[in-house]
């Protein structure tokens, strides 16, 4: 691994699930008190982080609307359930020693501060943590297009995927003991094959940006630190599968 990181400024997409650990419901306190380490081994050495936080361990608008609630009802609830996983995350990190900021998009200032690009940008530059919840605070958009979206306006150098399983795969790893895996893929290739890495929205968003990703499993402890420092982990999606792992913003 080399001694200085490849990207300054990233975001860490964590799944709702991610968060659950092998319960596969709720938040595990051990699983968050691992991620927030990790978290706090890259800060420690000057990476910008911001953390976009799922909310699937609580609830899914998505499985809310097909029972026949209202979607956008059902979405607002899921926001409600990426602060609970953010505030986990925020208690973890402060245990570590650290000075996190947890802000919203829905306005709730009890808990949390208002979603304010520049003082987002500005809380990353003094070496905070940023973790972003509550999506977009619209409903209809997932918190994947949340983490396209702010990475594109904090103009982050990558996006961190962070699933369960080692890279992206022609099929479900899970279920499919010879499922094929990708070392590297394009925006392109990873839209046309319907890989489900995140949906359209959010996979056109980094295209036109030219933000690249990289999906690992965030269950082997020290990935992020790798995948920061540029070691072939997961799989890389960028501009063109072809392409080696450079494709940075200036």
């Known amino acids: 691994m080399d001694n200085i990181p490849k990207y300054r400024r990233v975001v860490l ?20 008190n691992t991620i927030a380490r990790q978290i706090k081994d890259v800060a420690d050495d000057g990476v910008e982080l911001a ?3 799922g909310g699937g361990n609580i609830w899914r608008g998505v499985a809310g609307s097909a029972k026949g609630m209202d979607r956008a009802t059902a979405d607002y609830m899921g926001m409600l359930a990426t602060v609970m996983n953010s505030l986990a995350l925020h208690d973890a990190l402060q245990k570590h020693g650290m000075d ?17 690009m520049r003082r987002a940008i500005r809380h990353m530059e003094k070496g905070r943590v940023v973790i972003l919840a509550a999506g977009t605070g ?13 990475a594109a306006e904090i103009e982050a150098q990558v996006i961190l995927m962070a699933k369960r399983v080692d890279g992206v795969y022609d099929s ?16 392109i290739e990873m839209i046309n094959r319907g890989l489900g890495v995140m949906d359209a929205t959010a996979a056109s968003l ?3 940006n030219k933000i690249p990703l990289i999906v690992f499993n965030l269950n082997v402890e020290g990935n992020i630190k790798k995948a920061i420092y540029g070691e072939k982990i997961g799989t890389y999606i960028g501009g063109d599968s072809n392409d080696e792992r450079d494709i940075q913003r200036s």
């Open 13 to 32: 997409k964590l799944s709702g699930e991610a968060l659950a650990g092998a319960q596969g419901y709720g938040i595990d306190p051990d699983v968050v």
């Open 51 to 53: 953390v976009v936080t």
């Open 100 to 116: 996190p900021r947890t802000m919203t998009a829905i306005e709730m200032r009890e808990v949390a501060e208002p979603y304010i």
């Open 138 to 150: 619209n409903p209809y958009f997932s918190t994947d297009t949340t983490a396209a979206l702010r």
């Open 172 to 187: 479900d790893p899970l279920k499919n003991n010879k499922a094929i895996k990708f070392d590297k893929l394009s925006y």
């Open 206 to 208: 980094c295209m036109d």
